[in-house]
Each structure stands twice: as structure tokens, then as C-alpha cells.
């Protein structure tokens, strides 16, 4: 259960948005992804997570001004008396997973785009960043319904249905009550355990969510989805995308309010010219996002955090710019895998 009740969802700051249809949305998400980041981050692999790639394939001569120096082969160079560099599968042909968190805590929104809207705005911004020749990009989509599967395919087309389909699902909404007999939806444990499965071959995955999931009240016992995510960080070089409201994080003096837990449905009015109310919520709001920050830590993930608030496109270039300067400094002077 949610730890911090969040209120209903506020209507977004651009009316006009809602009322555009799924692909009127799709175009304008494009060319903003399109003016913002394309040719600035050329849809590259390295372009979104710099590393060291996956299964290695040989080597090729040395390109100065293209290629790392850390990526030098000097056993060949020694031998050939040539500079070269290993080259890996992942320099030819990437495969991304997404796993994105369509539950009904990602309905909630009081800024300019909701949390499924932000959440589908970074799962463009991946598919762009990474659009390559013969790069394949795969999705999982946490939904009430289940799980909703897209194959690894290559191909703007294929990256557009994607879009498509995450704007025009049906919204999530929160039960009335507890019905007997009614399946329990599949929380971010069960799409990281079925990734897990089908991502057998080394890549980038990327998880899009708010993390809340099963967040336990002991901040000294893990998340359910922490043991898995670090099995997937053991194989792939995972981004987590977290998606965060300011709402979450404080409490306006608007006087009386209802706030509800978007995941069970259970509400609970509160009168928020409290000042003392306020400034708990805040504490617990932190010191949930704190619980957070640590899991992902120490599931060895990188941490890319977005806010419903903020300018998303230059978050992500910053954070790219980010993993770019750690990948090229020397490796006495890296910090651990979470920016």
C-alpha cells in the first residue's frame, strides 16, 4: 500500500490537451521530442546510456576523435603496432525493453501533464534517443487489465504504435471497495519478473514508474520489486524513470480536501490549513522518496527522476550530458552506477 495519499487528480494546466486525440497528441509529442533532443542527442546507444556494451565482437581499428580511449584493445594494438578498440554487439544492434507502470497512481496529476503523460513523454524520448539500424525496442505495460506485451521490433512505425497505444489506453481508475473475486492487478514485482524472463539477451531496459509499489512501512526492509531489478542490472544496464508530482511532495493551504489512495480507494479528509499536518506530510512525502532513491541505489540502477512540474526534455538532456562526463573520466574517479 501507498504510504503517502495522494488527492484526486487536478485538471491539467492545458485544457486544449485533453481534447486533442491520440494521434493530434502523438504529433505534438514528437516534435517536441523531435526540436529538443534530436540532433542534440543523436539517436545513438551511447546517446542515452553510455557503457561499456554487452557481448564483445572483435575489434577495429582506432577512430581519433570517435572512439574512447578506455575502450582501447591492447593486447591487438600491442601486436599490430595499431591503435584498436573492442567493439561489443551493443556498438551494432541494441535491444531496449521498457517496462512502463500504467497503474492508477499514475493517473494523478496537478501540473501541465499528468504522471501517465509524463511517463509517456520519457518512453518517446528513449524510443527516439535509441532508433538506430537494426536497434529493436520492446515494451511491457502494467495495466489494471494485466499485462500488456509489444515485441522487440526495429523501426519508427514500430515506435509510433507504441506511442499510439500508451495515449489511447483506457484510464485506470481507482476501485470503489474491495470486490470479492476480482483478480489482483500485476504491481511493478510482476512486470520486472516477466521482463526478467523474456530479456535474455544483454541490452538496456528502462522502467518507467513512480516506484510506490509495496513500499514497506520499515524503510530498513526492501521494495518486493528491489530483488529483481538488481537480477536485472547483473545482465543489462537498466534506467530507472521515475515520475514524480509536486502534489506528492507537499500539501497546499487550501483549507478542507479529500485525499485518496489512487491504488485502493480509500479516502480520507483532511483539513490542510494545518500547518503542522502540512509539514508531517512533507516529512513523510521525503523520507518516502528517500526509500526510494536508496533501493534503486542499491539495485545498482541509473536514476533518472521527472517531475509533472519541470521541463522534461531538458531533465533528460542534462542527464544524459551527466552520463556522458562520468563514462569519459577516469576510472579512479567514477562514482557508482546511480546518477
Known amino acids: 500500500m501507498r504510504r503517502v495519499q495522494v488527492a484526486p487528480a487536478a485538471a491539467p494546466a492545458d485544457p486544449g490537451l485533453a481534447e486533442l486525440t491520440p494521434d493530434q497528441r502523438l504529433r505534438r509529442l514528437e516534435l517536441t521530442v523531435t526540436r529538443r533532443l534530436n540532433g542534440l542527442l543523436h ?32 593486447a591487438v594494438t600491442a601486436r599490430t603496432a ?41 518512453v518517446a524520448a528513449v ?18 487489465d494485466g499485462v500488456r506485451r509489444f515485441p522487440a521490433r526495429a523501426g519508427r512505425t514500430h515506435l509510433l504504435a507504441l506511442l499510439r497505444a500508451l495515449l489511447a489506453a483506457p484510464r485506470a481508475t481507482a476501485p470503489g471497495s474491495e470486490a470479492g473475486g476480482q483478480p489482483r492487478p ?12 523474456i530479456a535474455n539477451r544483454r541490452g538496456l531496459v528502462v522502467v518507467v514508474s513512480d516506484f510506490l509499489d509495496g513500499l514497506p512501512d520499515d524503510p530498513d526492509r526492501q521494495a518486493p520489486w528491489e530483488r529483481t531489478l538488481r537480477r536485472l542490472t547483473a545482465r543489462h544496464q537498466v534506467l530507472a524513470i521515475e515520475v514524480t508530482d509536486p502534489r506528492e511532495l507537499e500539501l497546499p493551504d487550501v483549507g478542507l480536501i479529500t485525499l485518496m489512495d489512487p491504488e485502493t480507494g480509500r479516502c480520507r479528509e483532511v483539513c490542510t490549513s494545518d500547518r503542522r499536518l502540512r509539514e508531517r506530510y512533507a516529512e513523510a512525502a521525503a523520507a518516502q522518496r528517500d526509500q526510494v532513491r536508496q533501493a534503486l541505489r542499491r539495485s545498482g ?16 538532456v542534462r542527464h544524459v550530458h551527466a552520463q ?8 579512479g574517479h567514477r562514482r557508482g552506477g546511480v546518477a
Do not use: C
Open 186 to 197: 500485476p504491481d511493478l514485482a510482476d512486470g520486472l519478473d516477466a521482463l526478467h524472463r
Open 324 to 331: 556522458r562526463r562520468l563514462a569519459a573520466a577516469p576510472a
Open 82 to 122: 595499431v591503435p584498436h578498440v573492442r567493439q561489443v554487439d551493443a556498438d551494432r544492434e541494441l535491444t531496449t525493453w521498457l517496462l512502463v507502470d500504467g497503474s492508477a497512481s499514475m493517473e494523478f496529476g496537478t501540473a501541465e501533464l499528468d504522471k501517465r503523460e509524463l511517463a509517456v513523454a520519457a
Open 43 to 74: 539517436g545513438q546507444y551511447r546517446g542515452l546510456l553510455p557503457g561499456p556494451g554487452s557481448e564483445p565482437a572483435g575489434s577495429r581499428e582506432y577512430r581519433p576523435g570517435e572512439d574512447e580511449v578506455r575502450r582501447m584493445d591492447w
Open 127 to 144: 524510443g527516439f534517443l535509441t532508433a538506430g539500424v537494426g536497434n529493436r525496442l520492446g515494451a511491457q505495460v502494467l495495466r489494471a
Open 301 to 316: 540502477v541509473t536514476h533518472l527522476p521527472l517531475r509533472t512540474d519541470g521541463d522534461w526534455s531538458a531533465d533528460i
